[in-house]
């Protein structure tokens, strides 16, 4: 079991660019959780898809949007980026909704310059 | 509003001295807590929750709802027990919306 698997490991993008980042959950995980940690913070809560649909959101603007698969993968997309979005954006899957045993990825480390 | 605070950023202490890395919250409800934790080079992993009541790696966590505090401790620490450790809360109506403190750095020196 490859556990909680996102790519790329590390990108930098440039003020205003789009940038997506990808997350395979846990085999037998339904439900998919995405993270922005900054430096020195802990892990903010962006939104969580589950059925391929968002079902809850954190206080991030619209220029964060995601997906989710039939195949229960994800994508974060980030529009318009901002230099104060370089962040360590984290993947969790779990079972359920509401289930509330988390696996966390390591994470995609995005620079914006 | 949730909020997790973790007054220490690092935390230093000897091997086999005791250690407690503290966490206060704030939530209008019954919310469960946990904690995380951050080996080096390694992802974020549970180390324990409050509903488990159980004791990991020699930690053990209390909830104290008078106090809104759930504080981890160890009798006596390791050097492996190095690393970042964050609290984080998850009402129950928030499913997976966990909110989690800026983390405390522990350094276990020998």
């Known amino acids: 079991d490859a556990g909680v698997t996102q790519s790329p490991t590390h990108l930098i993008k440039t003020r205003g660019q789009q940038v997506t980042l990808r997350c395979s959950p846990k085999s037998g995980h339904d439900t998919v959780s995405w993270y922005q940690q900054a430096l020195g913070q802990g892990p903010q809560f962006i939104f969580q898809y589950y059925e391929e649909e968002e079902r809850q959101r954190g206080n991030f603007p619209d220029r964060f949007s995601g997906h989710q698969f039939p195949n229960y993968s994800s994508e974060l997309n980030v529009n318009a980026l901002l230099l104060g979005d370089s962040a360590l954006y984290l993947c969790?899957?779990?079972?359920?909704?509401?289930?509330?045993?988390?696996?966390f990825g390591e994470g995609s480390w995005l620079t914006v310059v | 509003a949730q909020r997790v605070t973790q007054p220490e950023k690092l935390l230093s202490v000897f091997k086999g001295a005791p250690v407690e890395l503290k966490c206060n919250y704030s939530?209008?409800?019954?919310?469960?807590l946990f904690w995380y934790v951050q080996y080096s080079r390694q992802r974020l992993q549970l180390l324990l929750r409050?509903?488990s009541r159980e004791s990991i790696k020699g930690f053990t966590a209390d909830l104290n709802k008078g106090e809104t505090s759930f504080h981890l401790k160890k009798p006596f620490a390791q050097e492996e027990d190095s690393a970042m450790y964050y609290c984080a809360l998850s009402g129950h109506n928030y499913g997976q919306n966990f909110v989690f403190g800026p983390g405390t750095r522990l350094s276990v020196l020998p």
């Open positions: 409050h509903i």
């Open positions: 939530y209008s409800g019954s919310p469960e």
């Open positions: 969790a899957s779990s079972i359920g909704q509401r289930g509330n045993t988390i696996y």
